[in-house]
């Protein structure tokens, strides 16, 4: 993960968590709700909060969540104490053994990553995945004068005529992708890709 956005998270933990907090992804928890294994082992990779974490495990998903700042972590326990949560971080994942999940949420993760990162990156979330599983990835999709934001967080664009070939590369396939417009700032947009992983 890069550094600066992880030290942007760490100074404003509390005041992201907040506004994190205040808004639900309907339409992130529908894709989730049609495309994830029922009730399977799940990872929320880049958890922020824990909102989306703490959402999971509520509809019946067992759920471990996995941030790569330890502010956003204490912040996350804070909001939901009971939340299983682990400190670990894209691209590696270390602490995460081969085909231990059947889903895997990672939601406004992989833009903070400098593009290099990111096959390497979708390797690991495979990896992590059991054969049959889904990985559900939404990213910012609009673009900015600059990759990074005034706090220092980067926001590096993912190619979606790209990315199917770097999933296919790591043996993933994509199944869906869905666009959304954000609820407050008209200028973004996102994308949610669906991915599977065979045998």
């Known amino acids: 993960m890069d550094q600066q956005t992880i030290e942007a998270y760490a100074t404003r933990a509390q005041e992201l968590a907040a506004q994190y907090e205040g808004f639900v992804p309907d339409k992130l928890y529908a ?8 009730q399977g082992q799940t990872a929320d990779i880049g958890c922020g909060s824990g909102r989306d974490a703490a959402w999971l495990s509520a509809q019946g998903w067992p759920t471990k969540a996995f941030d790569a700042s330890a502010a956003m972590i204490t ?8 939340l299983d949560i682990a400190l670990d971080a894209l691209p590696e994942l270390r602490t995460i053994g081969d085909r231990t999940f059947d889903n895997i949420l990672c939601s406004a993760v992989l833009m903070h990553l400098p593009s290099q990162e ?5 390797k690991n979330l495979l990896r992590i995945m059991k ?7 939404s990213v910012r999709a609009s ?3 600059t990759t990074r934001e005034g706090d220092g967080r980067l926001y590096s664009v993912i190619d979606e005529q790209q990315f199917p070939a770097l999933l296919q590369s790591s043996g993933g396939t994509l199944l869906d992708v ?4 954000d609820p407050v700032r008209p200028e973004v947009t996102w994308m949610t890709f669906v991915v599977s992983r065979g045998g």
């Not at 894709?31 to 029922?38: A, S």
């Not at 054969?131 to 990835?137: K, N, Q």
């Open 131 to 137: 054969p049959g599983g889904r990985l559900i990835a």
């Open 143 to 145: 673009l900015a004068p």
């Open 75 to 82: 912040a996350a326990r804070q909001a939901h104490p009971g």
């Open 178 to 181: 869905e666009h959304q417009a």
């Open 118 to 122: 990111l096959p390497f990156a979708l």
């Open 31 to 38: 894709c989730i709700v049609k495309w994830f294994v029922p």
